[in-house]
């Protein structure tokens, strides 16, 4: 490899690196969120599980090889070698621009907290450069099908996961919470209910998250075929004893027997178990519901972290094949082990480092969360993608669309006002600039590259170091707690007292509520309340910025408070909630 092409490879590694830290902090939300908000798990609890699960998955159980063309967005005849030539190397700097815009999208995403899908990101930046491909080369090679399936999805996929929840926490309602007597309801209904729930997560375990397992159990002479435990891909049948089962007969009764063995450890459990001994925590049903919760929860990192690490390396190995192959692409590519490492590792630090900021707009922002509200979300996302990723279907979902789509079903369970619909549009938005908006990226890089080596490298470190700028210069805006604790006259900012922060917090609220209150009366005595409105709205913004100041201090270990942080966070929650819903009463005047 010449020391130019080797400085491409080195710069293509970072990107994908960037990529996949970009992934965990993002999806993270998608395993985590709603035990975060139902405070199942501790904010400090749920990322370290989901960091090792989100590894685990990416390192273990992903497949060995990978399509080079991603997603089967661009359709590329492999068998026509002069084609293969002349795309070869502008496919693998265009990899590259896809890997930087989506990467860039996601970060300016996280950076706002909003949970979006790194699948469509990731396709989005290969559907712009392919549109600058098809005009290079005078050939087609998008296929438009797959991205009207993916645009199918952004509908299908949050109203599906939105009616299982909704009828998943129906049943838990009307079977359990509802009754007269709801601890002894649940000894004997919640192993029930845990049949159905176990049979879903076995038989998504093996076609999703396993999938590269069984293909490395076939290569090595473990299992005779692996379409014994795997739907396969086309002209399959409903009939699980057939060869060309979509739900083979082996995958049916391991998941059966997952789910028969989790029934009757439940029930167990439940039979031995003191409802009314506890003391603190959480008290009756809800106790069960951590636990089922956590391990749904486990199950969607697992299942995260080996299928969507290819989101970063599938592009990168394929950009590894070109530099190792004599500049040639073929249709599978190799994922050596290093690259399966940095993929696995990016995605961990990116748990750990940033996942906080989507995990709180899914935990909290949309609606409150209760731990059989959470499992109950958890439960439908898991439900739908299982179904929409099947053969008969094979509709693209996004677990992040129909993760939120199952918070909003829960949420609606308790009516339509428990929903805060003006965070769910800023949700549906970000969903909507996905494509595009890698795309657009996408499409500036690539063509400013020119598939030159010595551009690409001048331009992936400019955007990396703008992104960081960029970043970093709109905190300028943003209202600190070193500046509010002295405003409102607190302690030494090495010192506060947990009281103090709250206090901190408690004022920007206050001003919030007041500027709403003017707005109404001005509205009721027949004026124009635009200014107060706008006021009402800056003030929220204030208060959120406060908010998230304190989040991340009180999260670096930096202030040792008299208390534990996860209730700190809790009371600040529920104290910004006032907050939002005095923006929310402005915006309706």
Request: glycine content about 8%.
């Amino acid at each position: 490899m010449e020391p130019l092409m080797g400085l491409v490879l080195f710069v293509s590694i970072l990107v994908c690196a960037y990529l996949a830290w970009n992934i965990g902090a993002n999806d993270v939300a998608n395993a985590m969120g709603t035990s975060v908000g139902s405070r199942a798990l501790t904010l400090k609890q749920a990322v370290i599980i989901a960091a090792i699960f989100e590894f685990i998955g990416a390192f273990f159980a992903g497949d060995a090889v990978t399509d080079t063309v991603r997603k089967g967005i661009l359709v590329v005849d492999f068998d026509n070698q002069a084609l293969v030539d002349a795309i070869s190397a502008d496919l693998m700097y265009g990899f590259i621009a896809a890997m930087m815009a989506a990467a860039v999208w996601l970060t300016i995403a996280t950076r706002y907290g909003l949970p979006v899908s790194t699948t469509h990101s990731i396709i989005g930046g290969i559907i712009g450069v392919g549109l600058v491909m098809e005009v290079q080369h005078e050939t087609s090679l998008i296929d438009w099908e797959v991205v009207e399936k993916v645009a199918m999805s952004w509908i299908a996929s949050p109203v599906m996961g939105g009616l299982f929840a909704f009828f998943t926490f129906w049943v838990i309602r009307a079977t359990i919470l509802d009754t007269t007597d709801p601890e002894a309801r649940a000894r004997w209904m919640a192993p029930i209910l845990a049949i159905p729930t176990f049979f879903v997560l076995g038989l998504a375990l093996q076609f999703k998250a396993l999938k590269g397992f069984f293909a490395k159990a076939q290569d090595n002479g473990w299992i005779e075929d692996k379409y014994d435990w795997l739907p396969v891909k086309e002209d399959g049948s409903w009939n699980p004893m057939m060869d060309d089962a979509w739900f083979p007969i082996n995958s049916l009764i391991l998941a059966g027997m997952i789910s028969i063995i989790a029934a009757v450890i439940l029930a167990y459990i439940l039979r031995n178990y003191d409802f009314k001994g506890e003391k603190e925590g959480f008290h009756g049903v809800e106790r069960i519901f951590v636990w089922l919760q956590v391990i749904a929860a486990a199950y969607v990192a697992f299942a995260h972290g080996a299928n969507d690490r290819s989101n970063a390396i599938g592009p990168m190995a394929a950009v590894y094949q070109v530099l190792s192959n004599d500049g040639q692409l073929g249709a599978v590519a190799d994922v050596p082990t290093w690259l399966v490492l940095l993929g696995s590792v990016g995605i961990a630090i990116g748990v750990v480092t940033w996942g906080w900021r989507v995990m709180e707009t899914i935990g909290s922002k949309i609606t409150d969360i209760t731990p059989t509200r959470g499992f109950a979300a958890t439960f439908g996302a898991a439900t739908t993608v299982l179904i929409f990723s099947m053969p008969f279907l094979a509709v693209p979902v996004s677990t992040t669309h129909t993760l939120v789509g199952g918070v909003v079903g829960v949420g609606l369970a308790g009516g339509a006002k428990a929903v805060d619909f003006r965070v769910f549009g800023k949700i549906i938005a970000s969903w909507l600039a996905s494509l595009p908006a890698a795309g657009f990226g996408s499409i500036v890089i690539y063509v400013a590259a020119g598939s030159q080596p010595i551009n690409m490298l001048i331009i992936i470190p400019i955007a990396l170091a703008l992104v960081g700028y960029v970043i970093w210069s709109t905190r300028d805006g943003e209202v600190y707690v070193d500046e509010a604790l002295a405003d409102a006259d607190g302690s030494e900012v090495g010192t506060p007292t947990y009281f103090e922060l709250f206090h901190v917090h408690a004022q920007a609220v206050e001003e919030t509520v007041n500027h709403m209150l003017t707005a109404v009366n001005i509205a009721a005595d027949g004026g124009d309340p635009s200014e107060a409105i706008e006021a009402t709205i800056s003030a929220e913004l204030r208060a959120d910025n406060v908010k998230n100041d304190l989040r991340r201090r009180v999260g670096s270990g930096k202030w040792n408070l008299l208390m534990r942080s996860d209730d700190f966070y809790h009371m600040l929650n529920r104290q910004d909630r006032i907050a939002d819903y005095a923006q929310n009463v402005a915006e309706q005047l």
